[in-house]
């Protein structure tokens, strides 16, 4: 499938980016005149996945994330969110639902629930060492041709 357009973002891992970022993604996908609520399930996923890079992927430090959006022809959007940091142990283990290594700093565990919920398809890939990314794809519905 072809791309009809496509945008990359680069930004440091500090939480008042996490607005900037999916106010960006958003602001980006504006092109294809989302309804309300897809902008709003777009946005949620993003912040999940951005969050998690600056909580656990730069834990104690401060490190680079990594986003680039693709829009394809069939009205597909395709979010890629990746950054360099610490990387999952067990991939399959970490989406369960309500699974945190976190728990002392009272997170739930249910952000890839949430993507996984507002999403066609979450995919992760993730590295020791190395880092993770998060690919969020999600169909807009056809707009109705005005007669
Ligand atoms: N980018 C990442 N880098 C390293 N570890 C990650 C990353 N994203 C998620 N994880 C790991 O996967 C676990 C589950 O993530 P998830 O977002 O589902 O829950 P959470 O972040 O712990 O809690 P919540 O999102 O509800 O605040 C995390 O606790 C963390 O161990
Ligand atoms: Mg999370």
């Known amino acids: 499938m072809k791309t009809q357009n496509e945008m990359k ?15 960006a993604v958003a602001s980006f996908i504006s092109m ?13 996923a993003v912040s999940e996945a951005v969050t998690n890079c600056i909580v656990h992927a730069y ?3 401060v490190g680079v994330i990594y986003i680039h959006t693709k829009i394809l022809e069939d009205r597909r959007v395709l979010i890629k ?5 610490c990387g999952i142990e067990d991939v399959e283990k ?7 290594t976190q728990s ?15 999403c066609d398809k ?4 993730s590295k020791l060492n190395k880092g993770t990314s998060v690919l969020l794809e999600k169909r807009l519905s056809q707009k109705e041709k005005i007669k």
Do not use: C, H, W, Y
């Open 9 to 23: 973002l680069t930004f440091q891992s500090l939480s008042v980016n996490e607005g900037f970022a999916r106010s």
């Open 32 to 44: 294809l005149d989302p309804t309300v609520s897809e902008i709003a399930d777009i946005k949620t």
């Open 59 to 61: 834990r104690d430090s």
């Open 81 to 85: 969110i990746r950054d360099r940091g």
């Open 94 to 100: 970490a989406m369960e639902p309500l699974f945190t």
């Open 104 to 118: 002392e700093n009272e997170r739930s565990g249910l952000g890839f629930s949430v993507m996984q919920s507002f």
């Open 122 to 125: 979450v995919k992760v890939k």
